[in-house]
């Protein structure tokens, strides 16, 4: 077995046997030939496709964008004249052109200015996540937080009738999560993509028409 004694793996391919999340399967590989960085793309894709969130010429802010497949994705859906704003805690890996302003920063930091200069926004996007830590119900409550941390911000600087998408980690918190965001938009919807992993607890929330 991988990683036992006498296995014939050893560090990355290792690592890799034990953590399926960093095994290549076939949507990463999709992904990546078609120059993304990352399978997330196929996410967004399907959530865009079912609810119709992106449309050239938009504002769009997205939340926890590294390393950059959905920024890449939404930059080609609004055009040469939307704008895009990408914040992350660690840098991308891609350059997204001159109508997108990439930064690296904490949700829970980043100056109020930057979403006033850059808004009102079409459509917040938020694939945050935390770094797993195992335990997995401080991990849902830290997803939560995200999750209402980026309402807060598509709250302020979402424009009327603008769209809202947010992963969470399923748990006890979903509901209170949901709740949330009806408040501040007329539909919600909870979408699990196709390619979301089977033994993955993430799903997403989309708010449409913000009131
Ligand atoms: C699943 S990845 C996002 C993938 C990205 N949507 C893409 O398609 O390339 C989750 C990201 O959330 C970011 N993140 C977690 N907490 C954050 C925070 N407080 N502020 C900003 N980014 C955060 C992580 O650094 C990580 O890059």
Known sequence: MAGRRGSSLTGA??????????????????????????RSVFKLEEIDKRCRLLRQGQRVLDLGA???????????????????VAIDLDPLTVSLGPNATALQGDAFDVANDVYVDNGPFDVVLSDMAPRTSGMREADQARSYELVLRALDIARVHGSPGSSFVAK????????????????????????????????????????????
């Not at 391919?13 to 960085?37: E, H, I, L, M, V």
């Not at 590294?66 to 080609?76: E, H, K, R, V």
């Open 66 to 84: 590294a390393p950059g497949s959905w920024s890449l994705y939404a930059i080609q859906k609004i055009g040469p004249h939307g704008h895009l």
């Open 168 to 211: 969470i980690f399923m748990g006890p918190d979903f509901d209170k999560a949901r709740a949330a965001i009806r408040e501040t938009y007329a539909e919600v919807r909870t979408i699990r993509p196709e390619t979301v992993r089977k033994n993955s607890i993430e799903v997403f929330l989309v708010g449409l028409k913000k009131r």
């Open 13 to 38: 391919a290792a690592r890799r046997a034990q953590n399926p999340y960093k095994k290549p399967d076939q949507y990463t590989k999709a992904a990546k030939s078609a120059g993304f960085p990352a």
